[in-house]
């Protein structure tokens, strides 16, 4: 009996992206047709495998994947533009295993807005961090116009009561005098 790897998933309008989370993976095989997709790795005497149908067709010549020491990384292109809404054509399938990859996920609307992903899943890529490659601050401006016109902060002695307290306090003190 076979037992499925987790993977997760994201995509834009012309390309969809799979990791599939398994370490040491070295020799697995994998095979991308314009329907279909196919994994299988044997580990310690266990057999992972996905199979499952795409919910659209794939351009199989310009799509890739990359084996990494923690990682398969799938890059997938789309045979014509536009958003899947899910990878797997029976969602029920693989329902447990079958997450969305928030890191690279583009929403519709923002697909202009977002850099470009980069070459998931080509060979000799580095993938990690923001955008695939360093720490996301590296294209921020150093003058950052949000931090220009805020006041200094009035420093409040920690001793100081406020107002509101102050005069509860003193109609307190005053009932128990005229007592």
């Excluded at 409040?156 to 509101?164: L, V």
């Amino acid at each position: 009996m076979s037992l499925a790897p987790m993977f997760k998933w994201a995509e834009n309008s012309s390309k969809v992206f799979l990791t599939i989370e398994l370490s040491d993976s070295k020799g697995a095989d994998v095979k991308i047709e314009q329907d279909k997709f196919h994994f299988r790795f044997s580990k310690d005497g266990k057999i992972y495998e996905l199979n499952f149908d795409f919910k659209k067709n794939v351009d199989v010549e310009a799509s890739s994947f990359a084996i990494r020491d923690r990682q398969v990384e799938v890059l997938l292109h789309k045979a014509e533009e536009g958003f899947w809404y899910h990878i797997l054509k029976d969602k029920n399938l693989y329902k447990s295993n079958c997450k969305i990859d928030w890191d690279l996920w583009t929403d519709e609307d923002e697909e202009n807005e977002k850099a470009p992903m980069g070459d998931f899943g080509a060979p000799g890529f580095n993938f990690g961090g923001n955008e695939f490659g360093g720490n996301g601050f590296d294209d921020m401006p150093e003058d950052d116009s949000d931090d220009e016109g805020l006041p200094d902060l009035e420093e409040t002695p920690s001793s100081e009561q406020p107002a509101e307290q102050k005069e509860e306090d003193d109609d307190e003190a005053k009932k128990q005098a005229s007592s």
